[in-house]
């Protein structure tokens, strides 16, 4: 087992970072903390400071105003973490992954671990999401190719 | 007091009418009800890539590059909004959108689309036309269409060279108008 | 219903000025153009304010420079007895770009002007505060983004010396800051609190962490029917009312009539996003206040809702259902089967809730007299939405500028006179109970028919205004069409924009541990649960408080 496997084994605490997003992930991020899907179950938490943190989940395109001191909420995150990018806006900038005051998705400022998309990503998505990070379900989404001249799916 | 006790068994009272409503996810399926906006899938077969999904979407992931004889269109669906425009806009119904929301992967290029489609060039000067299927569709749309039209020996021009090659021949307009 | 005060003409706008005055431009529908000479501006608006009992909005900037060579500033003002709005321009000659400054006639004016001098360029002389609003820190001191020759994708290289500078605290108080992530708060901001011991003497605040450049989006990249989609992703809670008002600005400007039956499905999606973001806030206003029971309940009742809308447009949050002109999708063939259960439902558990909650008497003494905003103070700061009407103040966009189909149904304007959090709380308990009944009015109104209306060709330099109760209060969007299908300039003004501004109103005088309660209770659409305290170090002597003592702080309070 290797040693990211073993930290991550049991439950891990979360922090939540808005860097920028509309609100729609992030209350979709607490829904997922309501008594239908009650991530708490598997020993998910949220937690109030990035130091007790686990993992960084992170919604928003991370705007230039913000970026300062989401470096700085990494930085005071502790080894080993996880980043979590959810929703279209972390994952890839969304709509807005152009404009001169955002910095076009999350991977631009801090090294990324799971993508979760959407807009905004279902509870279930998000749940799906950490469990994936954690290595308990598969990831199922898949490049859809197709070439003409092979006329035929890839 | 007493009040004050009353309104604190009331809402002891709200919990337990609720009883326990966790959904059983994810040990079992939650799927979306009704016409859900998930993935974006594209039907290579109805397909031909004449990129007025392009047009109308917001996040404007989609993208359109002819190389050589060879378009690709392609899907960056990192950021896509999954409103529907591109389903809305396409001509061909060849965009759905799926119900598949559980999306989250560790590879970001795993949510992408990648569609490669041959060109058709003029005939005379090279300029591209469009794709092989825009062209069979409008041969076919020009041969089942009200008259019909037989000979449609002229799809696989370009607009300026179609122009002259009916300034240089006047009769060829009559007789296609006819 | 009431009926409107007799319509404003361009006739009684005249006054005489010494430069011109007011000359009439436009009046269409219910909006009426003015312009005036910047010379003559304040007094201008002192007229709107005083004679005409002109409600301001918002300051908004365009860079018309390609179009009559001049920066164009226009004040907008709600009419609301008249159900009119009012645009007052001033044209801007380039070579002295300034104007005159209104903040000193109308304190909630401050942040419209200091955003104008940020993205276009014209400063407000004699205002008040100079500093930058919304540009990051790291800007550039001469660049300003929503002028026409800035390309929307430039990000210049930054500039740190014209950060912000948090002004110091007076003598003998120290600085407590909340932020810049904090959970009562829509975005990331930053409130600097001064303090005497417990008590709060003063703030200062820098907000805007969540500028995503929206406008120059829309005024330079994306055309009329992608605007929806992106006017929907300016918020993400009440998104819907956002690309309804965008449509409904664009109808105006256009001169488009759209279908009942689409006018009775936007005003069916309004009311169930305004049932859900009232359930929302319950719930989050008591975890503000360490009732962490009725948190968790209210989000119980509230998820049906967000499943209905998930089985009705497709999506949990951002419906996608707007076009402009109407609707893109009707209504499930079983709509009003699937609808009626959960809304019986959701009003017999609301009704529980909201028993609890009124007779609780600890909850009733932690927030009655707290956060007071009196009434002169949210008429001063142009307040809106459940906030302005906790402070006794009768304003509501569905009624005083009605729109969708909201004229044809029967609702109460809920004021409260309380001025303090429980009075706000009781405003949006009787608006998620009213707006129950509004849901069922629909269902038994809802015409048939088609759900969008043919759009032709929109015509250029056209100016629209329209408006809508947000659950957090009017949602206004201006628009002024151009040439290359898209807005020649569009200005969103959300509710959250002039309420956060009464917040040194609210909190001077208070208790700290009343805080976070207090700009909760505005109801700034809430975004992140934890927070931290980042400080300046290099200010001194500031005592930086972890989180958990803030929290032990006002929980104790609420003992």
């Not at chain 2, 009353?6 to 009272?13: G, R």
């Not at chain 3, 009426?32 to 918002?58: N, Q």
């Not at chain 3, 365009?62 to 001049?70: E, L, S, Y």
Request: proline residues 7%; contains cysteine.
């Amino acid at each position: 087992m290797k040693p990211l496997e073993w930290c991550f084994k049991k439950s891990i605490w979360v922090y939540h970072v808005n860097a920028g997003s509309c609100n729609g992930c992030d209350i979709e991020i607490l829904d997922a903390l309501t008594p239908y899907y009650d991530v708490e179950r598997f020993g998910i938490r949220l937690v109030h400071t990035p130091r007790h943190a686990d993992a960084l989940l992170v919604t928003g395109p991370v705007t230039r105003q913000v970026r300062e001191r989401l470096v700085r909420l990494y930085e005071s995150t502790p080894d080993p973490k996880l980043v979590i990018a959810v929703g279209a806006c972390a994952t890839g900038g969304g709509i807005w992954h152009n404009t001169y005051a955002t910095l076009g998705g999350l991977e631009n400022v801090l090294p990324v671990n799971i993508y979760i998309p959407g807009c905004p990503p279902r509870p279930e998505a998000i749940l799906y999401g950490v469990a994936q990070a954690l290595g308990l379900v598969p990831g199922v989404v898949a490049k859809q190719e197709f070439a003409e001249s092979l006329s035929a799916e890839v | 007091m007493l009040k004050h006790t009353i309104s604190e068994l009331k809402e002891a009272l709200i919990c337990l009418e609720a009883g326990q409503v966790t959904l059983p996810y994810p040990f079992q399926p939650h799927p979306p009800e009704g016409e859900f906006r998930g993935k974006p899938v594209l039907n290579s077969r109805k397909c031909m890539s004449c990129g007025a999904c392009a047009n109308a979407c917001p996040a404007r992931l989609i993208s359109i590059q002819d190389n050589g004889s060879i378009r690709t269109l392609s899907f960056n669906l990192r950021r896509c909004t999954f409103c529907g425009l591109c389903r809305d806009a396409c001509p061909q119904e060849a965009i759905t959108l799926s119900s598949q929301f559980e999306l989250s992967t560790v590879t970001p290029e795993d949510l992408s689309i990648h569609a490669e489609f041959g060109l058709v060039n003029c005939r005379e000067c090279g300029k591209v036309i469009g794709t092989q299927r825009q062209v069979a569709l409008v041969k076919d749309k020009l041969q089942t269409c009200e008259p019909g039209f037989d000979d449609t020996g002229y799809v696989d021009l370009c607009n300026s060279c179609k122009r002259r090659a009916f300034i240089h021949n006047p009769a060829l307009l009559m007789e296609v108008k006819a | 219903m009431a009926v409107p005060a007799k319509t404003i003409q361009p006739a009684d706008l005249k006054i005489n000025l010494k430069n011109g005055g007011l000359r009439f431009e436009d009046f269409r529908q219910d909006t009426l153009v003015a312009s005036v000479s910047k010379e003559d501006l304040v007094e201008a608006v002192r007229h709107v304010r005083d004679d005409l009992d002109g409600r301001f909005i918002t300051s908004t900037g365009t860079d018309m420079r390609t179009v009559n060579g001049n920066y164009r500033i226009s004040q907008l003002f709600a009419l609301d007895a008249q159900r009119q709005f009012l645009v007052l321009y001033s044209d801007i000659d380039p070579q002295s770009p300034d104007i005159p400054a209104i903040t000193g006639l109308i304190p909630g004016a401050a942040w419209a002007e200091r955003e104008v001098r940020d993205m276009i360029g014209v400063t407000p002389t004699g205002h008040p505060d100079l500093r930058r609003l919304i540009l990051p820190d790291d800007w550039p001191a001469d660049v300003h983004p929503l002028r026409r020759d800035f390309p929307i994708d430039e990000r210049p290289p930054a500039a740190p010396e014209n950060k912000v500078r948090i002004n110091l605290p007076p003598k003998d108080a120290s600085l407590f800051p909340i932020g810049p992530f904090f959970p009562t708060l829509e975005e990331p901001t930053f409130i600097n609190l001064y303090v005497h011991g417990e008590q709060i003497v003063g703030m200062d605040y820098r907000g805007f962490y969540n500028h995503r450049g929206v406008e120059k989006l829309g005024d330079s990249e994306l055309t009329y029917h992608q605007i929806p989609a992106l006017a929907e992703r300016i918020c993400g809670i009440c998104g819907f009312v956002h690309s309804s008002s965008y449509c409904q600005t664009v109808e105006k400007a256009a001169g488009i009539t759209i279908p009942r039956r689409a006018a009775y499905i936007r005003t069916l999606l309004l009311e169930l996003e305004r049932i859900h973001s009232h359930l929302l806030w319950i719930g989050l206003a008591c975890h503000f206040i360490g009732f962490d029971t009725l948190f968790m309940q209210a989000w119980r009742i509230r998820e049906p809702v967000m499943w209905l809308t998930e089985y009705i447009t497709g999506n949990r949050k951002t419906y996608g259902m707007n076009r402009i002109g109407g609707v893109s999708r009707d209504l499930p063939f079983d709509a009003f089967e699937r609808i009626t259960p959960v809304i019986d439902k959701i009003e017999a558990q609301s009704a529980q809730v909201v028993d609890a909650i009124v007779e609780d008497a600890s909850l009733r003494a932690r927030l009655e007299g707290a956060g007071i905003l009196s009434t002169e103070a949210a008429r001063s700061y142009c307040v809106v939405g459940p906030t302005a009407r906790g402070s006794g103040l009768d304003i509501d966009a569905r009624r005083d500028h009605p729109s969708a189909a909201y004229d044809e149904l029967e609702f109460e304007v809920c004021v409260e006179t309380g001025c303090d959090i429980w009075a706000r709380t009781l405003v949006r308990i009787r608006e998620l109970l009213d707006a129950i009944q509004i849901v069922r009015q629909v269902l038994k109104k809802m015409p048939s028919g088609p759900i969008v209306a043919e759009v032709d060709e929109i015509t250029p330099y056209q100016v629209g205004v329209s408006g809508v109760e947000a659950p957090r209060g009017e949602v206004i969007h201006y628009i002024l069409t151009g040439p290359d299908n898209r807005p020649y300039r569009w200005r969103v003004r959300a509710p959250s924009y002039n309420n956060l501004q009464s917040i040194p109103a609210m909190l001077t005088g208070a208790n700290l541990a009343d805080a976070p309660i207090s700009v909760g209770s505005l109801d700034p659409c809430f975004s992140c649960t934890e927070r931290i305290q980042v400080v300046d170090r290099d200010s001194g002597n500031v005592r930086i408080y972890r989180q958990a003592e803030l929290l032990e702080k006002f929980l104790a309070k609420g003992r």
